[in-house]
């Protein structure tokens, strides 16, 4: 038995509206569009300023996604709203960067991770040549099987544990004051695996 026409109209409609991308995709979609329609009419200045505008939504989507990836307090902490950025290239070289604080009693711990960045290639130099580590007072170590270098001084309890993730993220963990075990417990809680996929 057919289906009634309003039945039918409802469902083309309901096929149409899942097909449609989310509202800042399509966001994005329009403003390469128009860029691409200002770069053939020989608006080049339009076209850079939006193709940048898109580009600035994108990370801004980005850094939303890798928001999510901060982890929850471990038993016993408490932690703050976590924090996106995203910057263009223009300023401080750009990148996303998303953070969380934590704190236990007077413990402060707090977990950053950031990509498109050029502070990345700094990090990656101290990774993988262990003399710079040691150079700089780090120690390397492995968090759940990530590269990482921790610097950590006892008697004023403080430390940063840097982590180097598929060479395109570094997460940073700083405690002010915090145990060391406190910042390789909040490295163990990252997924690595879907940050990878980001």
Known sequence: ??????????????????????????????????????????????????????????????????????????????????????????????????????????????????????VLQSVLMMVNNPMFAGAGGGKLEMVKGQRAILKYDSGKKTGELYIVVAARFVVTIKGRPAAREDLLAYGETIDYRTLEKN
């Open 1 to 118: 038995m057919p289906l009634p026409i309003l039945t039918r109209i409802v469902l083309a409609l309901a096929v149409v509206v899942c097909a449609q991308p989310s509202r800042a995709e399509d966001i994005v979609l329009s403003t390469i569009k128009e860029a691409t329609r200002q770069y053939e009419a020989g608006d080049y200045t339009g076209a850079a300023s939006n193709l940048d505008y898109a580009a600035q939504l994108v990370r801004q989507q980005k850094s939303e996604r890798i928001k999510a990836l901060l982890p929850e307090p471990l038993p016993g902490w408490e932690g703050k709203e976590a924090s996106a950025q995203a910057l263009g290239a223009a300023i401080l070289g750009g990148g996303v960067t998303v953070s969380r604080d934590y704190r236990k009693g007077s413990a402060n711990v707090s977990v950053e991770i950031v990509s498109d960045s050029p």
